[in-house]
């Protein structure tokens, strides 16, 4: 169950006395508002609002409220070590904070009220994962330059893994080219004894991604605009020599910087 507090609760009291085995009070007409102090309970008794009945007398009980109908509550007796009694009409009803609820979040206890244990971690940086619903556990940290990968087949759905380094896929060519949008981060190699083009279009390509190309033949290769993209280089757009590489870097929307070994 979830805790919910409020700190403009105001007291009130039981409008009829009520058994030690009654599962419902009702307060004075009215006040019933007043004593929740702006808090609502999710339906289904998944909340807790707690208060105490004959507050400071030898008489006091620890209730928790855990459903509301105006000035009627659903309650659940002899919480946080005290014992269900009678109580008579008049007595004081006010929202408190018990030993339960600084158990619950200083020491971890884990009780009916599904606190998570400090004991579930173990050691600096593990994290806690959803092992089901509701259900929460223990992933050990991993070791210096893992990352978190998500698997499946895992009984937390994740994992501490080593990353693989991606190697750089080739796109080889031997003629004029339009670059695509599968081209991202990839090494465009042309082949050609005689001269070729790369073309950079428009509306392909997003800020911040890039494409290598270099020249394997003995025919300049130039990088070219579909004449609405915009390029920017120095001192030109042409590999300069076979062997001679560039890359492309969308800076702007349909624009580009080209950097690398360049003629004009």
């Known amino acids: ?15 009829n006395g009520i058994s030690n085995s009654a599962t419902t009070m009702t307060v004075a007409t009215g006040t019933g508002s007043a004593l929740m102090g702006g808090v609502t309970l999710a339906p289904g008794n998944v909340d807790i609002f707690t208060v105490a009945l004959d507050v400071d007398t030898q008489n006091e ?7 509301v109908n105006s000035d009627t509550f659903t309650i659940v007796r002899g919480q946080a070590g005290t014992s269900a009694i009678s109580h008579t009409g008049g007595a004081t009803v006010k929202h408190v904070l018990t030993s339960a609820d600084l158990n619950f979040y200083t020491a971890g206890v884990a009780t009916a009220d599904d606190a998570i244990p400090e004991s579930v971690v173990t050691a600096k940086a593990d994290l806690l994962v959803g092992a089901s619903s509701g259900v929460v556990d223990n992933l050990a940290v991993g070791t210096n330059g893992q990352v978190l990968t998500a698997d499946s087949t895992q009984t937390l759905g994740v994992k501490w893994a080593t990353p693989t380094p991606a190697d750089l896929t080739l796109n080889a060519k031997t003629a004029s080219y339009t670059l695509i949008a599968s081209d991202v981060n990839k090494l ?17 390509f997003t800020v911040g991604q890039q494409i290598n190309v270099t020249s394997l033949g003995d025919g300049l290769v130039t990088i070219d605009s579909d004449g609405t993209t915009v390029l920017r280089a120095t001192p030109g757009t042409v590999l300069r020599t076979k062997y001679s590489s560039a890359t492309i870097i969308c800076i702007a929307t349909n624009t580009f910087l080209i950097v690398g070994d360049l003629a004009v």
Not at 61 to 67: A, D
Not at 188 to 204: E, F, K, L, Q, Y
């Open 188 to 204: 465009i190699t042309v082949t050609s004894a005689s001269a070729a083009t790369i073309t950079v279009p428009n509306g392909v």
């Open 61 to 67: 009980e620890i209730v928790y409220i855990t459903q």
């Open 1 to 15: 169950m979830t805790r919910k507090y409020s700190s403009i609760s105001v007291e009130t009291t039981l409008a």
